[in-house]
């Protein structure tokens, strides 16, 4: 296990030691402000914003990268103090909220991936995920969400054909509408993305797409086609019902 650590938060720049110091009094990991009044609708960009968010993208990546670099030649060269800065410097990083300005510019992957091979690491990292996921109360339970989304991004990032990437996106989804993150754009997408990858009526990841588009983030619209994709391609008979009853609220019982 503590190799599948390793791969999963190195990989985003966070080594192991220092983890468990990232909860120190003053302290607390950074969170989103809470919206008041009203859902999570997202206003649209005020113009194109793409340049600049992948700028902003490019810079993050390039400042961790930088860090890891730097934690690196000081444990070369056995200087462990210098060695703990960067390990904090690294976990304050990760720990800090970063939001997903524009989710099409490189956050979600696209639909068209296919889950065709069984990767062990893929599995180890899945694993490893779910062992934070849910668990603890008060920041450690926070601290935990964001090394389960290390991991589960580190998946997508690095093994885009498992065969555990709906999966992935599922509990993505489920890591991205919990109150350690309540970003409830970025969940509904990959509940959609996990219903997309994973062919089949196995999973209620359309209805929970449908309820945050009807619910949190007012776009009735795409609420409703996903309300009647339920209807349509589920086997759930609680699912299909729940579809059926806020489509006729939505509608006025039109189909």
Do not use: C
């Amino acid at each position: 296990m503590r190799r599948v650590l390793t791969i999963g938060l190195y990989a985003a720049g966070v080594g192991l030691i220092g983890w468990a110091g990232a909860l120190a009094p003053g302290n607390p990991p950074a969170e989103k402000a809470e919206k008041k009044g009203g859902a999570d609708a997202l206003p649209p960009p005020a113009g194109s914003d793409v340049e600049l968010v992948e700028r902003a993208i490019t810079a993050r990546r390039e400042y961790e990268a930088s860090l890891r670099k730097l934690r690196e030649h000081y444990s070369r060269v056995g200087d462990k103090l210098r060695v703990k800065w960067a390990e904090e410097e690294l976990m304050g990083f990760h720990l800090m909220f970063k939001p997903s300005y524009n989710l099409d510019v490189q956050d979600v992957p696209p639909p068209s991936l296919e889950a065709k091979v069984n990767v062990r690491e893929a599995n180890d990292l899945y694993k490893a995920a779910m062992e934070y996921k849910g668990k603890g109360l008060g920041n450690d339970y926070i601290l935990n969400m964001r090394r389960a989304e290390v991991l589960l991004r580190d998946i997508l990032e690095r093994h885009p054909n498992s065969d555990k990437i709906a999966d992935v996106a599922y509990q993505l989804g489920e890591v991205y509408e919990s109150r350690a993150y309540k970003q409830h754009d970025r969940a509904a997408r990959y509940y959609e993305r996990s219903f997309q990858w994973m062919k089949g009526t196995r999973t209620d990841a359309r209805l929970r797409a449908a309820v945050i588009y009807d619910r949190q983030l007012n776009e009735r619209s795409k609420a409703i086609t996903l309300y009647r994709d339920v209807v349509e391609h589920d086997t759930d008979p609680d699912r299909i019902k729940t579809a059926e009853k806020r489509l006729a609220e939505l509608t006025g019982g039109k189909k």
